[in-house]
């Protein structure tokens, strides 16, 4: 009975017997089948492991967005509000603006100048102008007036550091249309992260209770 | 209360604000940071005894001196991508040091090959930008001229002939957008004087393409190619490849040379800075590829590959 022991790491491998070594025919036999098993079984391996490895390395399938998945995201991304924060002679507040754009003239984008609703980034940092509708909710109507407010407007993009990328700028003005209220805003508004995050300032000197209005501005698409 | 007080408590609330959405994102994203110094930075990339060499600038930004032409690779200077990820390490040249190039390839739009910024950097050291399809609408317009490829297009660029050619990854760029642009990606191909260099970009592992460009351009003298993200695999074998399989690439592409990018650049994985180079030299070492055939670059080294 052999007794297999374990052998450790860094230990050293326990000597064959003597008689392995021998060249007897017998031996040079069973070596010569070991050699060719070896060869085979070589041979093998090396087959078997490049089929293996062809097979292992399969292209995985591509993470797949459909175009209606695409639109659906869009429009979600379209009803996330912009927050804002109300001052005016009525105290401070906060509301909520959402915008729709018919319509963008880029002037800074290498090809494909007009574009609606869909709006890239770069079509809007690098330079662009733009038509815009924005529903409003905002608090401290006077009068128990309703706090729902429509503006249309347009503003000019311009890229402040190198692309826009960075740091993009705007200049607008707006109509608005309020409950038994209607006048006009200008507005001025600094953008970051491809102009998808900012911050702009809307000054409505007769919209009564509401005369300045800052917006965390989110325009995703 | 009247307008002007308002406007200036508006302002005031403004600012407090600031600093609690700046907080946000520094949490979420990772403010920008200063990016370690080199040592040394070539300022005269022109080397008279190369016919082929390529500086490491950093991730997929690599310049290749094809004798006496010069190529840049998807440009990246900025600290940051988008304000979002980090630089780890400074670009290895300075925009300003660059030599006139003969072309820039851009191989598809994600914020780590396709920066607006960097481009504004270099727009007059090139006079042509070579863009996967669907990308000039998305670019800003800048004073070189820039043309789509579609895959196995080629454009003549100051001599050196470019042709696009298949990879796997994904196109768009801030999302959603890649729905609307399933082909804005590609590999090149560059050729000059008898020179000829495979730029991957970004690709995952796909046998059919690396065995189709090999068909093409049986001669390859070097690929350039990714090895990194690794991590998290489950995602990112879709689109990436890992040191094992970028090295089963070259291997397909039948290339003389490779150059490892994209890596240790910018934090965009799981990965461990350091952890894609270390596992693609025991990869070689099990594949018995030695430093001659793959040679794994620092950023801002440049290396002979074909002496004059």
């Known amino acids: 009975m052999t007794t297999v022991r374990p052998i450790a790491c860094g230990t050293k491998r326990p000597s064959r017997p003597a008689t392995r070594g021998v060249p007897t025919r017998e031996n040079l036999l069973k070596r010569t089948g070991r050699r060719v098993a070896a060869v085979a079984l070589a041979a093998a391996v090396v087959t078997s492991t ?7 390395r399969k292209s995985a399938p591509l993470p797949v967005l459909s175009p209606a998945a695409a639109a659906a995201f869009w429009v979600a991304a379209q009803l996330v509000p912009s927050p804002l924060l109300v001052a005016g002679s009525a105290g401070l507040g906060a509301g909520m603006r959402w915008q729709l754009t018919p319509l963008v ?3 800074g984008v290498e090809a494909r100048p007009l574009r609606a609703f869909v709006i890239e980034p770069v079509a809007r940092h690098s330079g662009a102008i733009e038509l815009f509708v924005s529903p409003e909710w905002a608090c401290c109507a006077a009068h128990e007036r309703s706090s729902w407010l429509a503006r249309a407007g347009a503003r000019i993009y311009v890229p402040l550091l190198l692309s826009g990328e960075s740091l993009s700028g705007s200049l607008g003005g707006s109509y608005y249309l309020a409950d038994h209220e209607h006048g006009g805003s200008v ?23 509401r005369e300045v209005t800052t917006a965390l501005a989110l325009h995703y698409y | 209360m009247k307008a002007p007080y308002s406007l200036l408590a508006t302002l005031l609330l403004l600012l407090c604000s600031c600093g609690s959405v700046m907080r946000a994102i520094g949490r979420n994203f990772a403010l920008p940071e200063e990016p370690s110094k080199l040592a040394h930075r070539v300022h005269d990339a022109r080397r008279p005894d190369a016919r082929l060499s390529v500086l490491w600038i950093g991730h997929a930004t690599a310049l290749i001196q094809m004798d006496d032409a010069f190529v840049l690779t ?14 780890l390490v400074e670009p290895g040249m300075a925009p300003a040091d660059l030599p006139p190039l003969a072309a820039v390839v851009i191989s598809h739009m994600h914020l780590d090959h396709l920066s607006f910024d960097s481009l504004a950097m270099i727009e007059h050291k090139t006079s042509v930008v070579l863009v996967p399809p669907g990308v000039r609408a998305s670019m800003p317009r800048y004073a070189f001229s820039s043309h789509e490829l579609g895959r196995w297009q080629s454009y003549d660029a100051g001599g050196v002939r470019v042709t696009a050619v298949p990879v796997r990854h994904l196109g768009g760029r801030w999302g959603v957008d890649m729905a609307w642009r399933p082909r804005a990606f590609t590999g090149y191909v560059l050729e000059h004087h008898g020179l000829s260099v495979y730029f991957a970009g970004d690709t995952a592992f796909d046998a059919d393409a690396f065995a189709a460009v090999r068909a093409h351009f049986p001669a390859l003298d070097l690929a350039v190619l990714p090895i990194c993200p690794m991590q998290p695999r489950v995602h990112m074998r879709r689109v990436h490849m890992d040191p094992a399989e970028a090295l089963e690439a070259f291997l397909l592409l039948g290339a003389r040379q490779m150059v490892p990018v994209h890596f240790d650049t910018f934090i965009n994985s799981d990965d461990e800075p350091g952890a894609c180079p270390r596992v693609l030299r025991q990869v070689m070492a099990e594949r018995a590829i030695g430093a001659e055939r793959v040679a794994i670059l620092g950023i801002g080294e440049q290396r002979v590959l074909v002496p004059r």
Do not use: C, K, M
Request: charged share 15%; hydrophobic share 35%; aromatic share 8%.
């Open chain 1, 50 to 56: 490049g089929h293996a490895r062809a097979q292992e």
């Open chain 1, 105 to 107: 003239y880029s002037f």
């Open chain 1, 187 to 209: 507005e001025l508004g600094l953008y970051t992260l491809s102009s998808i995050v900012g911050l702009t300032v809307t000054v409505s000197p007769t919209l009564e209770g």
């Open chain 2, 74 to 87: 998807d440009p990246v200077f900025t600290r940051s991508l988008g304000e979002l990820s980090p630089r």
